[in-house]
């Protein structure tokens, strides 16, 4: 039987932090007074002043003005488990056999990878409003602000290993441009072999990661970081790191419930998924290539080999780049990619 999970109303667990208790109570976006949060969660006028000190810290944009009290910058939406299981598409509810929520955990995927496969044709799913240790490919940091982004993962377990596995982030990429779509979001691309792009700036991207017998099942994680609202502060200091960064909030897109973009990615990720064990990624190609952000650029591809140069000409029929150099078109199931000046 599928179960709900922990909803994200930390308001109602005496044992949830006091952090995710104010978060929950400013996501509204409107000002609440220190003394009517302190009052309402009974604390301290000066736990309050702690917790939101501890939310500015972790990348969250807050307001304070005298005789009205904090708000966030922006209203946001506490993640909520119930809410996200009820938004999600008909055809793909039977299939998730659980969506969890919680304030903070490592990694989302650390989460699932832990556990047990889930039975084939089943997936979990949890997300986290802060993630202390999120990461994306090659270990690389994954920065989000409490409220500011969607952090999901969800698992799948493959009957058998699918022949094209290395195409699986192309597929998920494709999959969570057609949950943007369907909530008006246009305009954004795909970078190989994990990106969501707007323009030249990462919106969001991809990990997947795989747990598998040398024969039999195989079971994949996936999660997906996206972008929503992060705030300047944030942006900047991901820029300060050698990433340009946006969010769907400052691409002057339309804002959406959370828990409504997360339900969204689930159920395409899920459609996504049963296609893509059926026939591989053959039925994504073409969505593929109109957003791919590469076709026709100059790049530097750092390669396990080195580094080649050459224009890039799309992906192959099994997800792998294609790139045309000095040498002939050589073919990349794995490396970075950098577009180069000019």
């Avoid at 058998?160 to 954004?188: M, N, Q, Y």
């Avoid at 996936?222 to 969010?247: F, P, V």
């Avoid at 969204?264 to 296609?275: E, K």
Wanted: net charge positive.
């Amino acid at each position: 039987m599928a179960r709900t999970g922990r909803a994200a109303h930390p308001a109602a667990h005496d044992s949830t932090p006091l952090v995710a208790r104010v978060f929950a109570a400013l996501c509204d976006g409107r000002f609440h007074s220190g003394e009517q949060l302190a009052r309402s969660l009974g604390v301290s006028r000066s736990a309050i002043w702690k917790a939101t000190g501890t939310l500015r810290e972790l990348g969250a944009t807050l307001h304070a003005v005298r005789n009205r009290g904090y708000r966030f910058a922006g209203a946001s939406e506490a993640l909520d488990a119930a809410r996200i299981r009820e938004r999600l598409a008909r055809d793909v509810r039977h299939h998730v056999r659980s969506v969890e929520t919680t304030w903070s955990t490592a990694s989302t995927n650390s989460v699932l990878l832990e556990r047990a496969n889930p039975p084939g044709a089943m997936s979990e799913v949890f997300l986290a409003e802060y993630q202390t240790a999120g990461r994306g490919r090659r270990g690389r940091e994954w920065l989000a602000s409490p409220g500011g982004a969607i952090c999901l993962s969800l698992s799948w377990t493959f009957r058998e290993v699918p022949r094209d596995l290395g195409a699986l982030s192309l597929v998920i990429g494709v999959c969570a441009l057609r949950a943007l779509r369907e909530l008006g979001a246009v305009g954004a691309g795909l970078k190989w072999p994990n990106d969501l792009l707007l323009g030249e700036r990462k919106l969001g991207g991809v990990l997947i990661e795989l747990r598998a017998e040398s024969a039999g099942p195989a079971c994949v994680v996936i999660g997906i970081g996206l972008n929503m609202a992060l705030g300047a502060a944030l942006l900047q200091r991901i820029s300060e790191s050698g990433m340009a960064a946006t969010d769907l909030r400052s691409a002057g897109l339309a804002e959406q419930s959370r828990n409504s973009v997360a339900a969204a990615l689930v159920s395409a990720c899920l459609r996504g998924l049963r296609a893509f064990e059926r026939e591989g990624l053959t039925p994504f190609i073409a969505e593929w290539q109109a957003a791919d952000a590469l076709r026709g650029r100059s790049v530097d591809v750092s390669a396990a080999d080195g580094i080649a140069h050459g224009l890039a000409r799309g992906v192959d029929v099994h997800g792998a780049l294609l790139v045309e150099t000095p040498q002939g078109v050589r073919r990349f199931i794995a490396g970075d990619v950098t577009v180069r000046p000019g």
